[in-house]
């Protein structure tokens, strides 16, 4: 059974300061990571892609991936109330003929002006 | 990426009827999905739609309940069928860009059963 877990929150931080998304997943095989937001009554909107160990910036995110811990984070710098949302860490699975996406639970994150 | 219509974009239904789910993509794709997001919960994938062959249901998902067809590249459309308020959820629909690449989502679909 594959599994993609998240810090369950919901998460709250004053506008300014960094948010951290933490995601955990089972299967040792997976390559490809990304982060999704969705707004309330919105659909999940693709923010970070990443498919290597480290660190990969882009604008005020970080997404960091440890392939050896199974572990892919998140980073909001400056967070500001409009990042106000649910974060979903999704796991890409490769089949025989077909990709399987498997989305965590989702964060909750709540930015106080 | 693609831009992924959806339609209807929500409806409220009655016990016992079936609704037919349409999504229309601008440029040809081979995989599409479709995704359950029940409220207050993440996504769960009910199957993925090739053209030209049956679609893969996931484990908890079957086809008589929820019948799929992809008669081209740019379009697929799920039916909720014998619908129960269980089944009261948003239904989305993704494509994704390749394999070992991210999906894209349309607008969803919200679905009330009375």
């Known amino acids: 059974q594959k599994e993609v877990e998240q810090n369950s929150g919901p998460l709250s931080v004053p506008e300014g300061a960094i948010a951290s998304l933490n995601c955990t997943y089972s299967d040792r095989g997976s390559q490809s990571f990304f982060w999704y937001r969705q707004y309330s009554g919105k659909s999940p909107e693709l923010i970070m892609s990443i498919y290597s160990n480290g660190d990969k910036e882009d604008g005020r995110f970080t997404a960091q991936l440890n392939k050896a811990s199974q572990y892919v984070s998140l980073l909001i710098r400056d967070s500001q109330p409009s990042d106000s949302a649910t974060y979903l860490c999704?796991?890409?699975?490769?089949?025989?003929?077909?990709?399987?996406?498997?989305f965590g639970p989702g964060t909750s994150l709540s930015v106080i002006p | 990426s693609a831009v992924i219509s959806q339609k209807p974009s929500r409806d409220i239904c009655q016990r016992g009827t079936s609704l037919t789910i349409q999504c229309q993509v601008d440029?040809?794709?081979?995989?599409m999905f479709w995704y359950r997001q029940q409220p207050g919960q993440s996504l769960t994938l009910i199957a993925t739609?090739?053209?030209?062959?049956?679609?893969?249901?996931e484990s908890g998902f079957v086809i008589d309940k929820f019948p799929i067809s992809r008669p081209n590249l740019t379009f697929s459309t799920l039916t909720v069928s014998n619908m129960s308020p269980e089944d009261s959820s948003i239904y989305l629909c993704s494509v994704g860009e390749g394999r070992n690449q991210p999906q894209h989502f349309g607008d969803g679909t919200r679905l009330s059963i009375l």
């Open positions: 440029s040809q794709v081979t995989m």
């Open positions: 999704a796991v890409n699975y490769m089949g025989t003929s077909y990709d399987k996406v498997i």
């Open positions: 739609a090739n053209q030209g062959s049956e679609a893969t249901y």
